[in-house]
């Protein structure tokens, strides 16, 4: 019974980290995704118009460009701003359809705050499709977009809360599984250098190598793919003991087996 009851504790962890993202991955984004379709700022409005249609040039085989065009009046329209509108071209691989995007930046003109747009690809000859400004919203702004159509203000407020609170919690439980983790292989003494390297990457995401959400994503990206070379062999190899720990531990909770073994600890 004392060896059964020692192998519970591992797969009692294992069971609620299972849950972590269940909820997060299942419940919150299935959640997330609803309120966004049924809000419908997916498909939303242009923020605003262009004043006069803008030329396009052939800038390279199979590249244009749309010249520098004034931005709309708003005050979302500040310098470094990105924007985009919508082109029709070469049918689009990635949705089915022939419209894609042609995205800019607002920038100082000298007559005022100009629309600067990047090269875009396109076999024939592209045509804009509409005269509407369109401003990104992808991650957490779409989501906040969403939440403003029901209550003006309340996107800002909850999202960054929730992001804030997800953060947080994040770097704690991750910081606590490499904890362990360098407990288990180098023994106690590893766990002061561990905090200090943890801790200090504080200062490296705030050199300035780190501007974008993409940067951010590639950076953690690499780092989560890193820890598959080591937990996909691991898996294969041990997880038929795992689950075999898992069988044991149901079948002794279903009869009462663990209940007991408490109720006699206590």
């Known amino acids: 019974a004392h060896s059964a009851a020692k192998t519970d504790e591992p797969v009692r962890e294992g069971i609620v980290a299972g849950l972590e993202p269940f909820i997060d991955t299942i419940v919150v984004c299935t959640f997330t995704a609803l309120i966004i379709l049924s809000t419908g700022v997916w498909n939303r409005d242009a923020a605003a118009e262009l004043s006069a249609e803008p030329f ?53 003109g000298p007559t005022g705050p100009l629309i600067e747009f990047q090269p875009f690809n396109s076999v024939g000859d592209p045509v804009i499709a509409d005269m509407g400004v369109y401003l990104p919203a992808v991650g957490a702004t779409l989501t906040a977009m969403a939440f403003d159509t029901v209550q003006p203000g309340l996107g800002k407020w909850l999202v960054t809360l929730a992001s804030w609170l997800f953060a947080i919690s994040t770097m704690i439980s991750w910081s606590y599984y490499g904890e ?62 795992a689950m075999a720990a898992y069988k044991r531990y149901i079948a002794r909770l279903k009869s009462g087996e663990i209940d007991a073994e408490n109720a006699t600890s206590n």
Do not use: R
């Open 56 to 108: 396009v040039a052939k800038v390279g085989d199979g590249v244009w460009q749309f010249e520098s065009t004034p931005a709309p009046d708003g005050d979302e329209y500040v310098i470094g701003a990105q924007v985009f509108v919508i082109v029709e071209g070469d049918t689009n691989t990635d949705t089915g359809n022939n419209l894609h995007k042609a995205n800019g930046v607002i920038v100082e």
């Open 180 to 241: 362990q983790g360098m407990v288990f292989l180098a023994g106690e003494k590893s766990v002061l250098p561990y905090k200090i390297v943890f801790c200090s990457l504080i200062i490296v995401a705030t050199l300035g190598l780190i501007k974008t959400d993409v940067d951010l994503d590639n950076m953690t990206g690499v780092g989560t793919g890193v820890m598959l070379f080591a937990n996909v062999p691991i898996t294969l190899i041990l997880g038929y003991q």
